[in-house]
């Protein structure tokens, strides 16, 4: 969504005709009277017309980013700011894609959805809670994905790689999507880096690996909804460990990567996501030194690693001076995803 969208500004208030002065002769006050003579002082309220109930989608949208601002919550969760997740909210209540949402700006809101549009946004406010755990889904790429307090809201920045890097008019093609046939996502949580490879590389079959069990049941979800079973195919292990001796031409990971301060800074809403989801160690990268230092005994020869790091890529650089990292930069990100070649490993 654009920044500058409908959703801008406030509306101005309707034009109120001024009532004419009526002329009073004047007449003498007394000193002892001139205190009770004196006009009380209109009442603010009544000075002012009383706020309109919200009606359409515009309207809400409005109320829900102006509520979301004065509680300061923090958006680190798929939405970037309080018009953002607004809409978001405004959208599932309306059940609209997001990219409809805007389109829709003057539709009437249903008086149920409306309900439930304040409902989200008091819980939101009060609990700190990820909007997308209120309403149980969240989007990568305008895809819609089932997730809930067992796995970290998704939010990577590969599912952008996997399109612009994979296809077929980039200046920076780093593999033809119709040759990729194995590929791993290790560390998937809600599974949703597996299914957005499963669209982006036709010919694959995808195994999504992860070490906690409650996470594969939210995968194992959004795999059945996507329709996808005959090519995800779930895996529980610690990393590398649970998928044997298999190799692929393509692994991709979004582990944790978060360090020591982040972990002791982290805001309450990444507080009612799984702690494991994000500890990456002392620096951030312990995680990600498994996977780099065991990638290469899974990679097929001119296979790749796609990994996301975070604000780790100093760490990593010191931790490996002489790997040849190659940094893709997003829309939205600058040197927090890296690639290598297998034969580079």
Not at 101 to 127: F, N, Y
Not at 148 to 174: M, N, Q, T
Request: net charge positive; proline share 6%; aromatic share 6%.
């Amino acid at each position: 969504m654009a920044k500058k969208t409908a959703w801008a500004g406030r509306p101005k208030a309707a034009g109120r005709a001024s009532a004419k002065k009526k002329r009073v002769a004047k007449r003498p006050v007394a000193k002892t009277a001139k205190k009770s003579a004196t006009k009380k002082p209109v009442r603010k309220a009544a000075a002012k017309a009383a706020a309109p109930e919200p009606v359409t989608i515009l309207d809400y949208v409005r109320l829900a980013a102006t509520r979301l601002k004065r509680a300061h919550v923090a958006f680190a969760h798929g939405t970037t700011d309080p018009v953002a997740e607004a809409a978001f909210l405004v959208g599932e209540a309306m059940n609209l894609y997001p990219d409809e949402v805007e389109p829709r700006a003057a539709q009437r809101v249903p008086k149920a959805a409306g309900r439930r549009i304040l409902d989200w946004l008091d819980q939101r406010i009060a609990t700190r809670k990820p909007a997308a755990y209120l309403v149980n889904r969240m989007y990568m790429r305008g895809v819609p994905f089932y997730v809930d307090e067992r796995v970290i809201v998704p939010r990577s920045f590969i599912g952008e790689i996997l399109e612009s890097h994979f296809g077929d008019d980039d200046v920076l093609r780093l593999r033809d999507p119709t040759k990729i046939t194995r590929v791993l996502d290790l560390c998937t949580g809600s599974g949703c880096l597996a299914i957005l490879a499963a669209h982006a590389f036709p010919n694959a079959t995808v195994d999504a690996a992860d070490l906690s069990a409650n996470a594969l049941a939210v995968a194992a979800r959004n795999v059945r909804e996507h329709g996808l079973e005959d090519r995800i195919t779930l895996l529980q292990g610690n990393l590398l460990s649970a998928v044997g001796d298999r190799s692929y031409d393509l692994i991709i990971s979004n582990p944790p990567y978060v360090d020591a301060d982040g972990m002791a800074s982290l805001p309450r809403e990444c507080l009612a996501e799984p702690r494991m989801a994000f500890d990456g160690g002392a620096d951030g990268i312990d995680l990600v030194r498994q996977i780099i230092d065991g990638a290469r005994d899974h990679l097929r020869p001119g296979g790749g690693l796609l990994c996301e790091v975070g604000r780790c890529k100093s760490a990593l650089e010191r931790a490996y001076p002489r790997a040849d990292f190659l940094w893709l930069d997003t829309e939205e990100s600058e040197g927090e995803v890296f690639w290598i070649e297998a034969g580079a490993l």
